[in-house]
């Protein structure tokens, strides 16, 4: 009789290791899954923000996490967004849903359209098609719009004028008096240099202005364009705590990075 033919080769190959859970730096927080602005993007499930001691001492003194709010607040829906710049299709078909209770990443390159879908969420920009509402409720039929949504677009302010002053200013179209913008200042840890012009901050410490300007109205939900540009390790730990405190107190938070 014939010898019987070799094994297949495959068959000697020792099982494969079981793969081994890549170690990361405890100190940093669980990636988060996130939205894409893509053609394909349906809507995403996130994770949900468990409150994690990740933060120093020092930056959680100077921050004070506000109570689980008393009503309920509806998610951000975005359905089938489209919109186009004479022919520049700057979203194509995107829906996604942002759960209070959350944060949730918004995720791509520059160009992918994450400005213009904030933009048109705010009422800066309108749909070519579909919508992006608060519930079903669109930012421009807000009763009170300050008091319910909180954005930052772009940190940029006048120069001349001191932190202090840029939101005493906001502060009255936002049902907030001048002690709420001294607490929001000590928050942010702008207390030291409240009164010192704007064109003397650093970029890290208009970040941190935005943030309280946005947030001078007590509002439910935070909107943010890439607002850890220009923090430093710190900062960047310290916003996390404030996101993840915003968002454990049940309201919602929608924050775009291109990282
Ligand atoms: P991202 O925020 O993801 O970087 P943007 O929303 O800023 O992306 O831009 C998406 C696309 O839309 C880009 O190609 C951009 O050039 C274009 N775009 C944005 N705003 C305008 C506008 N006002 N006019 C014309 N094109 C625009």
Not at 91 to 104: A, D, E, I, K, Y
Not at 150 to 158: E, I, N, P, R
Not at 202 to 215: D, E, F, I, Y
Request: include cysteine; charge should be positive.
């Amino acid at each position: 009789p014939r010898p019987s033919p070799p094994a297949p080769a495959l068959r000697q190959t020792p099982p494969a290791p079981a793969p081994q859970p890549i170690q990361r730096d405890p100190y940093l927080p669980p990636r988060p899954r996130v939205a894409q602005p893509s053609a394909h993007a349906a809507p995403q499930a996130v994770q949900p923000t468990a409150r994690r001691s990740t933060a120093s001492t020092a930056v959680r003194a100077t921050w004070r996490p506000r109570r689980t709010v008393d009503h309920d607040v509806s998610p951000i829906i975005v359905d089938r967004l489209i919109k186009s710049y004479n022919g520049t299709l700057a979203v194509h078909n995107l829906s996604f849903v942002v759960q209070p209770g959350r944060v949730t990443g918004f995720l791509g390159p520059n160009g992918a359209g994450k400005t213009t879908t904030m933009r048109i969420l705010v009422g800066l920009a309108t749909p070519t098609t579909g919508s992006a509402t608060f519930g079903d409720v669109a930012y421009a039929d807000l009763a009170r719009p300050q008091q319910t949504v909180g954005c930052v677009l772009d940190a940029s302010f006048h120069p001349a004028r001191s932190g202090r002053n840029h939101l005493r200013v906001l502060a009255s179209t936002a049902g907030a008096n001048d002690r709420r913008v001294d607490e929001l200042l000590g928050e942010v840890g702008l207390g030291d240099v409240a009164r010192q012009s704007v064109g003397e901050y650093s970029t890290g410490m208009r970040q941190r202005l935005a943030l309280a300007a946005a947030m001078l109205g007590n509002p439910d939900y935070l909107i943010l364009d890439e607002p850890a540009n220009g923090l430093d390790p710190e900062g960047i730990r310290w916003l996390r705590t404030v996101l993840r405190d915003f968002a454990a107190s049940g309201r919602a938070v929608l924050i775009s990075s291109h990282l």
